[in-house]
């Protein structure tokens, strides 16, 4: 069985920072992409930003420049750096792991974890 385990959400005032982790275990398979997706009360779950197992990213124009994903292979661990916070940036951010295992596509979630933007 495969599970993420998601760490590092909070409140935190606008213009702080706060590092969000994501860990995956179990027979998760050959990892190819990770990432960060985000919702926002009444809104729809929306990308935030991805990592190839090349280190290709894609990130959404609205965090550009002020969040960075990061992921360490080796813990099947994937990071992200949020700073200059926004109210705006207030939502449930959900870890996101695409694998592989016996010639089949996987896609996991985790259980998401609370970031609040507020003064």
């Known amino acids: 069985q495969v599970q993420l385990m998601e760490s590092g959400g909070g409140l935190v005032q606008p213009g702080g920072s706060l590092r969000l982790s994501c860990a995956a275990s179990g027979s998760i398979g050959s990892i190819d992409t990770m990432g960060w997706y985000r919702q926002a009360p009444g809104k729809e779950r929306e990308l935030v930003v991805t990592m190839d197992k090349y280190g290709t990213t894609n990130y959404a124009d609205s965090v550009k420049g002020r969040f960075t994903i990061s992921r360490d292979n080796a813990k099947n661990t994937v990071y992200l750096q949020m700073n200059t916070l926004k109210p705006e940036d207030t939502a449930v951010y959900y870890c996101?792991?695409?694998?592989?295992?016996?010639?089949?596509?996987?896609?996991?979630w985790g259980q998401g974890t609370q970031v609040t933007v507020s003064s």
């Open positions: 996101n792991v695409k694998s592989t295992r016996a010639r089949l596509d996987y896609n996991y």
